[in-house]
């Protein structure tokens, strides 16, 4: 069973210890984080982003069945880049600021909205990949799937090319700054094959 309700959650942050914050946030803040307005920025996933997820559910082996636990792993190694697709956490929140039934509502319609990766000429829609309750337990409650066909890779990696992300929701309606060229490489490398390691197991 899935399930699109939405509550406005922190990302990872609140689950790494500090030392692993600190690196984590340095790296999410160059390289795979996209503030779209005040109150939405998408996080988008590799496996680097994901180990720390990972880490945590590991943790969870006692507290949760082990189907649950492989069912969270599964699900976070659905997140994996490829050539074929990137996958990015949503967030809707202010910093600072604890999750509010405004937040929420926010956050719902978002979901119900219309989140875009724009890469010159080419508009790649983004598609809410549903998620269970266990499946948001230690992250933002919602990721989209950005598919990309063969014009939009080449729009990614050709890098005078102006690229954004673009949300159209009901009351809320913004586009984020250019990429910045460490977004765009970190991105562009996304969609170079990568050795899955055991991560996941």
């Known amino acids: 069973m899935t399930t699109m309700t939405f509550v406005a959650s922190p990302f990872v942050e ?49 507290a949760y069945p082990l189907a649950t636990i492989q069912r969270m792993l599964g699900f ?8 074929e697709r990137l996958c ?43 998620t269970r309750a266990t499946d948001r337990t230690l992250g933002p409650a919602f990721w989209v799937s950005f598919p990309l066909d063969a014009a939009a890779r080449a729009a990614l990696q050709d890098f005078p090319c102006a690229a954004s992300i673009g949300i159209i929701a009901d009351g809320y309606a913004w586009e984020s700054e250019r990429l910045s060229f460490e977004v765009r490489r970190s991105l562009a490398d996304d969609l170079r094959p990568h050795f899955q390691s055991d991560l996941f197991s």
């Open 14 to 62: 609140n689950f790494v210890s500090t030392a692993e914050s600190e690196q984590l946030f340095d790296y999410l803040d160059r390289c795979r984080k996209v503030q779209a307005g005040p109150s939405v920025s998408l996080s988008f996933e590799n496996a680097q982003t994901l180990s720390f997820r990972v880490q945590e559910v590991q943790k969870l082996r006692r």
């Open 88 to 130: 990015a956490a949503v967030s809707v929140r202010r910093p600072g600021a604890r999750p509010t039934p405004g937040l929420n509502g926010l956050g719902a319609a978002v979901i119900e909205g219309v989140i875009s990766l724009k890469l010159g000429s080419q508009i790649v829609i983004g598609e809410v990949m549903p």
């Open 76 to 83: 976070y190694a659905s997140l994996l880049p490829s050539a």
